[in-house]
C-alpha cells in the first residue's frame, strides 16, 4: 500500500450509490416534510364577492391547492350599497365553491387582521390583475402585518383570460344587455339577468 494514502481512500463505494447521491437523498426528503408542513396552514380569501365572478373561482381553486384550509370571507360592509344581500352572495359562494371540500364560507365584520386571528389563519390570500392592484394590495397586506406579525399576505397573479374581470364590470355589462358568459357562474348569471330584469320592470313603471 503507498505510504500516507488514508485506508478509506482505497475503500470502493457500490454502484450508484456515494455521499454525494445520500445527501441529495437527504434533501429531497427534507424538502417533502417541509412541503407537508406548509400544506398545513389556515387561510382567509376576503372580499364583497358581489357577486362572485370566474376571476374569483380561479384565485380559490388554486388557494385551496396552496393551503389546509380556505376561508372566503365575505366582509358586511352595507355602506357599499351592494346589489346583492350578504345571504344572497353567501348562497352564491356555497354554490359555487360546493366542489371543494377544504374551502368554506363565512363572513365577518370589522378588522380582517382581527378576524383571521379568531380563525387561527395565518395567511391573507390576495389576487392581482394589475399594477394598480398590487399598490393598493401591498398597503394593506403591511397594515395587516403591523396588527398581527406573524401573518402573511400571498399574491396570486389573476389568470391571462380574466385579468380584465371584476364584479363592478360584469355587473355594468349585464345592466346593459351585455354577454357575460363565462365571466361568472352560470348560477351567479341567471341571477344577475334576474336583478337587472326586475330593476328594469320597475324603472318601465315609474316613468309610465
Do not use: W
Amino acid at each position: 500500500m503507498p505510504r500516507n494514502v488514508p485506508r478509506n481512500a482505497l475503500r470502493h463505494e457500490p454502484r450508484g450509490r456515494t455521499d454525494r447521491h445520500a445527501k441529495i437523498k437527504i434533501t429531497l426528503v427534507s424538502g417533502n416534510a417541509m412541503a407537508q408542513k406548509l400544506a398545513r396552514v389556515v387561510a382567509i380569501y376576503p372580499g364583497s364577492f358581489d357577486p362572485i365572478t370566474s376571476g374569483h373561482l380561479d384565485v380559490i381553486e388554486r388557494g385551496a391547492h396552496l393551503f389546509d384550509r380556505l376561508i372566503v370571507a365575505i366582509l358586511g360592509n352595507e355602506s357599499k350599497k351592494p346589489l346583492f344581500t350578504l345571504e344572497e352572495r353567501m348562497e352564491m359562494l356555497t354554490e359555487a365553491l360546493a366542489p371543494y371540500p377544504n374551502v368554506e364560507v363565512d363572513c365577518f365584520e370589522g378588522l380582517l387582521a382581527e378576524y383571521a386571528l379568531r380563525k387561527g389563519a395565518r395567511g391573507i390570500l390576495r389576487g392581482i390583475r394589475a399594477i394598480s392592484d398590487y399598490e393598493f394590495e401591498l398597503q394593506m397586506a403591511l397594515m395587516n402585518r403591523r396588527l398581527q406579525p406573524n401573518l402573511e399576505t400571498i399574491f396570486l397573479p389573476a389568470a391571462e383570460q380574466y385579468s380584465f374581470v371584476s364584479s363592478r364590470l360584469v355587473k355594468e355589462v349585464v345592466s346593459l344587455g351585455g354577454n357575460i358568459a363565462g365571466l361568472v357562474p352560470p348560477s351567479v348569471e341567471r341571477r344577475l339577468r334576474e336583478r337587472f330584469a326586475t330593476a328594469t320592470e320597475k324603472q318601465n313603471r315609474k316613468t309610465k
